[in-house]
T-cell receptor
Framework: EAQVTQNPRYLITVTGKKLTVTCSQN?????MSWYRQDPGLGLRQIYY???????DKGDVPEGYKVSRKEKRNFPLILESPSPNQTSLYFC???????????FGPGTRLTVT | DQQVKQNSPSLSVQEGRISILNCDYT??????FLWYKKYPAEGPTFLIS?????DKNEDGRFTVFLNKSAKHLSLHIVPSQPGDSAVYFC?????????????FGTGTRLTIIP
């Protein structure tokens, strides 16, 4: 089954404690992205990757890091989480921009 | 600066009637538009798309209309069904310095009343 998986689905952590949210896709897609969804703000792109070892900032990259060492994986790293990073996070992948983008199920992160 | 706007946060429609969801954009470089549907506790799923060279695209009960001069697109659902109750996101795509970026609207929550 074609899918994007994210782990964990739910996470509660404290300010400053480094965390990683994993993302994996099994569709051999080149393009992967991370988004955050906040009330009234829709989906905002954090980082994207157009291929292995190629990553770039989206609209709201501050406080986040990513890496793309393998085509299928695109982890999101919060080196020092802060309460304003409390949000719902989605990983997504697609092959070309004309094609539909597949989203993961989401990770709800709470930083206290 | 919100480049893609969905001005109606919510919409309620009677089952069997037409649902019309609207989306406006400001960036004239957008040339591909998509609608996504999102249920609670799930990721968004692709619904329908349209290229800027067209003004209409149909897929079953779903039709998207694009008015480039007005920078406006709309999603029509006919007839509306209870399973259509969800949040709908409009998205627009442009190539920005090599980044094939998707910009999303804020979403419209559609409720179908049985």
């Amino acid at each position: 089954e074609a899918q994007v998986t994210q782990n964990p689905r739910y996470l509660i952590t404290v300010t400053g404690k480094k965390l990683t949210v994993t993302c994996s896709q099994n569709m051999n897609h080149e393009y992967m992205s991370w988004y955050r969804q906040d009330p009234g703000l829709g989906l905002r792109q954090i980082y994207y990757s157009m291929n292995v070892e190629v990553t770039d900032k989206g609209d709201v990259p501050e406080g986040y890091k990513v890496s793309r060492k393998e085509k299928r994986n695109f982890p999101l790293i919060l080196e020092s989480p802060s309460p304003n990073q409390t949000s719902l996070y989605f990983c997504a992948s697609r092959q070309r921009r004309e094609y539909e983008q597949y989203f993961g199920p989401g990770t709800r992160l709470t930083v206290t | 600066d919100q480049q893609v706007k969905q001005n109606s946060p919510s919409l309620s429609v009677q089952e069997g009637r037409i649902s019309i969801l609207n989306c406006d954009y400001t960036n004239s470089m957008f040339d591909y538009f998509l609608w996504y549907k999102k249920y609670p506790a799930e990721g968004p799923t692709f619904l329908i798309s349209i290229s800027s060279i067209k003004d209409k695209n149909e897929d079953g009960r779903f039709t998207v209309f694009l008015n480039k001069s007005a920078k406006h697109l709309s999603l029509h659902i006919v007839p509306s069904q209870p399973g259509d109750s969800a949040v709908y996101f409009c998205a627009a795509s442009a190539v920005d310095f090599g980044n094939e970026k998707l910009t999303f609207g804020t979403g419209t929550r559609l409720t179908i009343i049985p």
